[in-house]
């Protein structure tokens, strides 16, 4: 809850809350010229892991809800052209993954409100309606994509501290365990709750086994008096050794085909629309 305040507080400070003001270029996070670490003047818990929760209600939007939207959103209002990396610094080669995603949609965005406007033989709601389903999809693949950065990231700062220090780095063993481990397992499993969407559980159940994993290792720390060092160490073997397959050859092929899958679908709901039903 508290990470989900400040993240609609970082919302209203950019975006405001008229439809007709423009964000303002002032990122939350930024860029520490001492170590590179990504810092936050108000926060420093994670901004994607406090985002997953505003996704989650963007995602359930229904197909009704998103034709009314988008009939009083203005192009230069568009939400998606609006978005940023939340991973890492916008401009950076750490963010280009979200970049690719939301410029993706954003395109997609601007096909729905630009396209077959007025009277023409293909009514815009069709195209729109078209485009939904992958317009869904793409808010859950950059939840899954904030995750799986997340997840990675940990191990990685494991590894920085490990070696040279929570002094050197900016970050100790506990706080990347608290605020990077045991948040994103939380939030896998808020995902495979009942009254997420669709999309947002099957994103939560394809990362579900991390939260086995956190489980086990948080089991072992304390059966060993709290010991972080031997949590992390597990930590990075686990992540960078035992299962790298999965982050980085199965989940790339699930999304892939998790956006063809919504592609298509939107044949469907295409002809629901011309039906009018």
Same mark, same amino acid.
């Given at each position: 809850?508290?990470?989900?305040? %400040?993240? =609609?507080?970082?919302?209203?400070?950019?975006?405001?809350?008229?439809?007709? %003001?423009?964000? #303002?270029?002032?990122?939350?996070?930024?860029?520490?010229?001492?170590?590179?670490?990504?810092?936050?003047?108000?926060?420093?818990?994670?901004? &994607?892991?406090? !985002?997953? @929760?505003?996704? =989650?209600?963007?995602?359930?939007?229904?197909?009704?809800?998103?034709?009314?939207?988008?009939?009083?959103?203005?192009?230069?209002?568009?939400?998606?052209?609006?978005?940023?990396?939340?991973?890492?610094? @916008? $401009?950076?080669?750490?963010?280009?993954?979200?970049?690719? +995603? +939301?410029?993706?949609?954003? *395109?997609?965005?601007?096909?729905?409100?630009?396209?077959?406007?007025?009277?023409?033989?293909?009514?815009?709601?069709?195209? #729109?309606?078209?485009?939904?389903?992958?317009?869904? =999809?793409?808010?859950?693949?950059?939840?899954? *994509?904030? *995750?799986?950065?997340?997840?990675? $990231?940990?191990? !990685?700062?494991?590894?920085?501290?490990?070696?040279?220090?929570?002094?050197?780095?900016?970050?100790?063993?506990?706080?990347?365990?608290?605020?990077?481990? #045991? *948040?994103?397992?939380?939030? +896998?499993?808020?995902?495979?709750?009942?009254?997420?969407?669709?999309?947002?559980?099957?994103?939560?159940?394809?990362?579900?086994?991390?939260?086995? /994993?956190?489980?086990?290792?948080?089991?072992? %720390?304390?059966?060993? $008096?709290?010991? %972080?060092? /031997?949590?992390?160490?597990?930590?990075?073997?686990?992540?960078?050794?035992?299962?790298?397959?999965?982050?980085?050859?199965?989940?790339?092929? =699930?999304?892939?085909?998790?956006? $063809?899958?919504?592609?298509?679908?939107?044949?469907?709901? !295409?002809?629901?629309?011309?039906? &009018?039903?």
């Amino acid at each position: 809850m508290r990470l989900y305040i %400040q993240e =609609c507080d970082r919302q209203l400070r950019m975006y405001g809350t008229s439809s007709s %003001q423009t964000p #303002q270029n002032t990122p939350v996070l930024t860029q520490d010229a001492n170590n590179g670490n990504d810092s936050s003047t108000t926060t420093a818990a994670p901004r &994607g892991i406090a !985002a997953i @929760p505003l996704l =989650c209600a963007a995602a359930s939007e229904s197909r009704p809800a998103y034709l009314r939207r988008l009939a009083n959103t203005l192009i230069e209002n568009a939400w998606w052209s609006r978005q940023e990396p939340l991973c890492a610094s @916008p $401009g950076t080669l750490k963010a280009l993954p979200e970049t690719l +995603i +939301i410029g993706i949609a954003s *395109l997609v965005e601007r096909l729905s409100l630009t396209l077959f406007r007025g009277d023409t033989p293909i009514p815009q709601k069709v195209v #729109q309606s078209f485009l939904w389903p992958l317009h869904n =999809c793409l808010l859950s693949t950059w939840m899954g *994509l904030i *995750l799986t950065y997340t997840i990675l $990231g940990a191990a !990685a700062e494991f590894v920085q501290t490990l070696f040279w220090g929570a002094r050197r780095t900016g970050f100790s063993l506990e706080y990347v365990w608290n605020e990077k481990c #045991q *948040l994103s397992a939380d939030s +896998i499993l808020t995902m495979c709750e009942g009254h997420q969407p669709l999309s947002a559980r099957l994103v939560g159940l394809a990362l579900l086994p991390y939260t086995a /994993v956190v489980a086990f290792i948080s089991a072992l %720390q304390s059966a060993m $008096g709290g010991n %972080q060092l /031997v949590g992390a160490g597990l930590y990075v073997f686990v992540m960078f050794v035992a299962t790298w397959w999965y982050w980085f050859l199965v989940l790339p092929w =699930c999304g892939a085909f998790f956006l $063809g899958a919504a592609f298509f679908s939107g044949n469907c709901f !295409a002809l629901i629309e011309m039906a &009018g039903a």
